[in-house]
């Protein structure tokens, strides 16, 4: 298993779309953006080189150093085969 955390969603969308816009829009949905992007080009690479799989985009875990942390209300936002 892969554990992916996106630390500069932020920074990221303000520097592709203006930092009017990114203002405008709240930390979460700019992560949950962010993630869905990273998502869909993973499985095009993936799927392109022959790998079968799955990704999912959870919520209430967080990487921190060595350890996962788990919070209380831990979901699959979305899940999506290769």
Known sequence: ????QISNSSELL???V???IESLTPD????TTVEDI???KLIENLAAEGLHGEVAAVNGVDLQGQELVFHRQVHVR?????
Do not use: C
């Open 1 to 4: 298993m892969i554990v992916l």
């Open 14 to 16: 303000a520097a592709k």
């Open 18 to 20: 203006g930092k009017f």
């Open 28 to 31: 979460g949905f700019d992560q």
């Open 38 to 40: 990273v998502i869909r």
């Open 78 to 82: 979305s899940n999506r085969p290769f």
